[in-house]
């Protein structure tokens, strides 16, 4: 018996195409389920890159001093992460859209297997885990990014303006408006990557 149910343009009743058959799913599957892993980890790892940053640049304002210079290094850093949360979000938009559609699609198809009588509980409960977890890694680091960049805003109310120079503060207040709208992931522009999205599915 093979791995998957397929339709093949040959007949495998013969030893030797079976094998070749079993081991061309065997490997198809192998190297999906990793490319799969791999995809996810690299997206929850930016994530959690972009994560990182914010603190790194939280610890660098609460050092802040009378230092223009260093507060324009701050400004730029401060630019760079956010044109990197766009580049992340629009190089993996489509990945992400296409990995809700179809996690969603399964958990749907295997609430609706569960339902008859002679369905395999087991093997289906852990195949819907699965997407599940999936939708959440991206939901929880996306959810993680948005509340990291909304804490920032209020981590720079808590300097003390009163003993800066006035250039400094001018500098402080174009982080602050930059940093208005937070960071936030969406799928296809429609679905924001949070919990709540998550709750939602």
């Not at 079976?18 to 192998?30: C, P």
């Not at 190089?91 to 002679?118: A, E, H």
């Not at 997407?131 to 509340?147: H, S």
């Not at 500098?171 to 522009?189: K, N, Q, V």
């Amino acid at each position: 018996k093979l791995p998957f149910r397929a339709w093949l343009p040959f007949n495998y009743s013969s030893p030797m195409l079976f094998e070749i058959a079993y081991v061309h799913q065997s490997i198809s599957l192998t190297a999906g389920s990793v490319l799969q892993i791999a995809c996810d980890s690299l997206i929850c790892g930016l994530l959690m890159h972009i994560c990182s940053q914010i603190e790194i640049f939280e610890c660098h304002l609460r050092k802040i001093v009378n230092n223009s210079h260093f507060l324009r290094e701050c400004i730029m850093q401060h630019t760079c992460i956010s044109k990197f949360a766009f580049m992340v979000n629009e190089k993996f938009r489509l990945i992400i859209t296409v990995q809700f559609i179809v996690s969603t699609l399964v958990v749907c198809v295997t609430l609706y297997q569960l339902t008859k009588t002679n369905a395999k509980v087991l093997e289906l409960v852990l195949y819907m885990s699965c997407m599940l977890t999936q939708i959440f890694l991206y939901c929880w680091y996306g959810n993680e990014v948005k509340l990291k960049s909304m804490q920032l805003i209020n981590n720079l109310f808590e300097i003390e303006w009163l003993a800066l120079e006035k250039d400094v503060k001018k500098d402080l207040l174009i982080i602050t408006r930059c940093g208005i709208l937070p960071i936030e992931f969406t799928s296809a522009y429609i679905f924001p990557m949070n919990l709540d999205s998550f709750v939602g599915v």
